[in-house]
């Protein structure tokens, strides 16, 4: 399974859901990959901890081998980390990714990540693919790559609006390049039950047919809590009402 966390709009917790979502997938013995192609490195560091940037070799270092001719180019995995959790490796970030950018559309190289992981398939069960906020190159190398696309949702009407854009690229994404990538659902997360705004605009995409999954992740401080100590939910309290929810959405998604 591979699965793809995409949304062109920042702050709506991709980082999040991909990080804690995988956690949960390697506790419970899958073999886990995560990618991180989002510049600001937030799931790496979320992962890795302070010493993020230290790790080398990172997913900019793999990218930047496609443009080279190599008689013997590195294997996918020598871009691959341990993380200190078991079952759980990452393919880190890059702050720098956006500086190879227009080389690797000039070469046509969004293949380039799609051919890694069919090499790497055999020893992942499940591949979480992090995002950057926009429809570039490497989201679209995600699209390519991946199955599935879980899309982030944090009740904004501004979010709802861009929400038809996002989808209209997934479709025109998988009648161009990958007919077997499907939309999972939208995860709408930062929820709070109790207002009125978010009710309303969850009620509109659900009278629009879209597929908007039953299970939410509620807004907490916790989250942070977790960013901060770099420990993904499911080790940091695993007791904890949106640990359960992540735990939920989990179980949701893989039935």
Same mark, same amino acid.
């Given at each position: 399974m591979r699965r793809v966390v995409f949304?062109?709009?920042?702050?709506v917790g991709k980082s999040s859901i991909a990080v804690n979502l995988a956690a949960i997938s390697a506790a419970r013995g899958i073999r886990t990959l995560v990618i991180d192609l989002d510049p600001q490195c937030n799931s790496s560091h979320y992962l890795l901890g302070e010493d993020y940037m230290d790790v080398q070799p990172d997913i900019r270092d793999f990218f930047e081998q496609t443009l080279t001719f190599q008689l013997k180019p590195n294997?996918?995995?020598y871009f691959v980390h341990e993380t200190q959790y078991e079952n759980l490796h990452l393919m880190p970030?890059?702050?720098? !990714?956006g500086d190879l950018q227009s080389k690797l559309e000039s070469k046509h190289k969004i293949y380039k990540l799609r051919d890694a992981l069919d090499k790497l398939s055999e020893s992942y069960d499940a591949v979480y693919i992090d995002t950057p906020p926009a429809f570039n190159f490497y989201? !679209?190398?995600a699209l390519v790559a991946s199955e599935r696309c879980l899309i982030p949702f944090d009740c904004d009407e501004f979010a709802r609006q861009a929400l038809y854009s996002l989808l209209g690229n997934v479709h025109e994404t998988r009648e161009d390049h990958n007919d077997k990538l499907e939309v999972e659902g939208i995860v709408v997360?930062?929820?709070q039950p109790r207002a009125s705004l978010p009710k309303r605009i969850v009620g509109e995409l659900l009278d629009d047919d879209l597929p908007v999954l039953e299970t939410k992740i509620s807004a907490s401080v916790k989250m942070k809590e977790s960013h901060d100590d770099t420990c993904p939910l499911i080790h940091m309290a695993p007791k904890h009402k949106l640990t359960l929810q992540f735990v939920e959405l989990f179980e949701e998604l893989s039935k």
């Open positions: 949304n062109q709009k920042g702050g294997g996918p995995e970030a890059n702050s720098d !990714l989201t !679209l190398s997360n930062q929820y």
